[in-house]
């Protein structure tokens, strides 16, 4: 997947956004509906699932003030709701309609909101993913000889002299 400047951006502020709407979403009781289909999309399992940490109210408030695209006053849960339905229950034909066309879905806005909310949260960042702060290992002092190159992506490297 390709990734503009402006996708980037956009992706950034919505993490900050979602950082900063953390604290209001706390004390929000969420929809029954939402409770259920964050449930569904990451449930608890060894480690706390979407509802644990709070998801669900954070996706309220995230679709009020139009995070991830959503223009705020749409009636979102409304039409999850008919989804739903239509759909039997089934997250996975949602998913599996709303992800193969290009075209944008309510579905893609609410999933990545249930996303950004559960990683974003301590549990979501902390115990699901994994954590090192310098991944591999750490050799201070290896011996070069004169023949030995720099690699590509260390331009500190250079000699500028």
Not at 58 to 74: Q, R, S, T
Not at 116 to 130: F, H, M
Request: charged letters at 20%.
């Amino acid at each position: 997947m390709d990734i503009d400047r402006r996708g980037l951006l956009q992706g950034g502020l919505g993490f900050a956004a979602a950082l900063a709407l953390w604290p209001q979403v706390q004390a929000k009781a969420a929809s029954p509906l939402l409770v259920r289909v964050c449930d569904q999309v990451i449930p608890r399992t060894d480690t706390p699932g979407a509802v644990d940490v709070g998801v669900p109210a954070f996706v309220e408030l995230g679709l009020a003030h139009g995070l991830e695209g959503a223009p705020p006053g749409n009636d979102y849960l409304g039409w999850l709701e008919g989804e739903l339905t239509r759909h039997g229950d089934d997250l996975a034909a949602l998913d599996k309609e709303a992800f193969s066309s290009r075209e944008p879905s309510p579905w893609k806005t609410i999933k990545a909101l249930i996303l950004v909310g559960y990683y974003t949260s301590e549990a979501g960042a902390s115990q699901e993913l994994r954590y090192e702060l310098v991944p591999g290992r750490w050799d201070a002092d290896i011996p070069l000889s004169p023949s030995d190159r720099a690699w590509s992506s260390d331009w500190t490297a250079v000699d500028f002299g």
